[in-house]
């Protein structure tokens, strides 16, 4: 073997070498990741399966499609014990609320009545939440517009969730924060700041994948918010219907088929802890709702995303 040939056989060889220690390590990081533990809920809304009347045939439904928990609205107009008796029948968990006066009565609002009326219902679900064992209360902090600047809006909010922490406390029911299309916490290391300003462990952050996805990237924000995350709505999004459509055109996407990269959410939540944590934590679908073929689909969708 000539010197030239020689050198070909021990680079070819150090190739191969190579990757082969890569295809190792891969196999032993594959092989050395912990189980992944979330627990998969969808928002009652969805549930719109004309053969389902009553709530406990709703929660049935969704229980037989193999999802664990419900995410619900408060307040509403269901009775507590009829909601209460279809969780226990049917073993469907109400993981969570969402305070639904966020919008109409903003926690920022310049009137103090709607102020005081969004404090009062939001103490209404957390007592709620914590009558059905629910974790959370979802709540979207205030409203950013021409007429309520930022700042205002950053204290406000504050001083007025606030008001509802030693209740929150008190019941052991969580107040999550969400992400949502307000025109506030604009990036991750503003939203972990505004989580750490209450400066208590039961104010966290409600983490909506898709909709940081049209000015921003989900894993890079799972990455800095980390243990704050209380809960994940799962939903896509895409960008190419965004600019060729209009901003709200971005979400008319099947899960798993926009550009939130679920792999590297799933690795960054792997990271974090919140995938894998012994107490199963939630991913919560927030999507379009449908019939149970539809909703089977949601099921198998957010199988494979989660398992990505």
Known sequence: MNDLDRRGFLLAGGALAATAALASAR????????????????????VQDPATKTIAEKFQLLRDLGFDGVEMDSPNDFQRDEVLAASQKTGLVVNG??????WSAPFNSDDEAQRA?????LEHALREAKHYGAQSVLVVPAVVDGA????????????????????AK??????????????FLLSPVEAAQYVDAFQDEIVRFHFDIGNIVAYGWPDQWVRILGPRIAKLHVKDYSRKKRDEVGRWAGFEVELGEGDADYPAVMRALDESGYSIDPRRRWATAEVGGGDRVHLAKIAAQMDRLLNS
């Open 148 to 167: 309520h600047p930022y700042d205002s809006a950053w204290k406000r909010s504050i001083n007025e969730i606030k008001k509802c922490v030693p209740l």
């Open 170 to 183: 008190q019941l052991s029911v969580e107040i999550a924060i969400e992400n949502v299309w307000n025109n």
């Open 117 to 121: 009326e969004s404090v009062a219902a």
């Open 27 to 46: 196999q032993d990081g594959a092989a050395a990741r912990k189980p992944r533990t979330l627990r998969k809920a969808v928002g009652f809304y969805m």
């Open 97 to 102: 609320l969402v305070h639904s006066k966020h």
